[in-house]
C-alpha cells in the first residue's frame, strides 16, 4: 500500500511507498516553493515543485528537470506498520 502521509517535524514531509520512508524537506531548494503541495509520480518516483516546476527524485534527492538549484537531502527508512 502506497501512502503520503502528514508531516513528522518540521520542515520536512513523508512519502511512504512500497514500504520504504522518504523523508524530504518542505520547501525546494530553488525559492522555498512547497514541494509538499506539488505532485507526486510514484512510478517515476519524483516530486515536483508547484512554483517553478523542478522536478526531483524522492528516492535520491537529484533533480531531473527545471531550473538548477541542486539536489535535495533526502533520508530514507524502511516503514514499520503493526497489523
Ligand atoms: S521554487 Fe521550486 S522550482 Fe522554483
Known amino acids: 500500500m502506497t501512502d503520503i502521509l502528514d508531516y513528522k517535524e518540521e520542515g520536512t514531509f513523508i512519502i511512504e ?7 524530504l ?9 512547497r514541494l509538499d503541495h506539488g505532485k507526486i ?3 517515476a518516483k519524483t516530486v515536483s515543485c508547484p ?4 522536478v526531483f527524485r ?3 534527492g ?9 539536489k535535495l ?4 527508512t524502511t516503514s514499520t506498520k503493526c497489523d
Open 73 to 76: 537531502k533526502v533520508a530514507i
Open 25 to 33: 524537506p518542505r520547501h525546494c531548494p530553488h525559492r522555498s516553493g
Open 17 to 23: 511507498h512500497e514500504g520504504v520512508r522518504y523523508q
Open 62 to 70: 537529484e533533480q531531473v528537470a527545471g531550473p538548477s538549484c541542486g
Open 51 to 54: 512554483l517553478h516546476q523542478s
Open 58 to 60: 524522492f528516492d535520491s
Open 41 to 43: 509520480n510514484l512510478h
